[in-house]
């Protein structure tokens, strides 16, 4: 593993996105979601923020046990674009990060 911080990008239901992974990152960072912690630009913290809500949707909130309203092509379509997010943020954040995907 490269990078001295360790950073999880793991979707919470109701907001939450990028989380420590390592006791480097929670001495920089602090417990909790770290995204407004972060160097991140506007874009990227948008892009973020679309992605946590688009995720919230996969959720049946009336009653969460049951079955969300999501296809399985739907599932496919989110985690090929956070994927793709997690490439992006790892280069935004650069070397001295780590950012591992963690899917719901």
């Given at each position: 593993?490269?990078?001295?911080?360790?950073?999880?990008?793991?979707?919470?239901?109701?907001?939450?996105?990028?989380?420590?992974?390592?006791?480097?990152?929670?001495?920089?960072?602090?417990?909790?979601?770290?995204?407004?912690?972060?160097?991140?630009?506007?874009?990227?913290l948008e892009r973020l923020n679309a992605l946590?809500?688009?995720?919230?949707?996969?959720?049946?909130?009336?009653?969460p046990p049951d079955p969300g309203p999501w296809s399985t092509d739907e599932y496919?379509?989110?985690?090929?674009?956070?994927?793709?997010?997690?490439?992006?943020?790892?280069?935004?954040?650069?070397?001295?990060?780590?950012?591992?995907?963690?899917?719901?």
């Amino acid at each position: 593993m490269s990078g001295a911080y360790h950073i999880r990008l793991m979707f919470e239901w109701g907001g939450g996105s990028l989380w420590c992974g390592n006791e480097a990152a929670l001495k920089e960072f602090d417990v909790g979601p770290v995204e407004d912690k972060l160097l991140l630009s506007n874009a990227m913290l948008e892009r973020l923020n679309a992605l946590s809500q688009w995720h919230d949707t996969a959720l049946n909130w009336e009653y969460p046990p049951d079955p969300g309203p999501w296809s399985t092509d739907e599932y496919a379509k989110f985690e090929a674009e956070a994927l793709n997010f997690l490439s992006e943020l790892q280069a935004e954040l650069g070397p001295e990060f780590e950012v591992v995907y963690e899917p719901s």
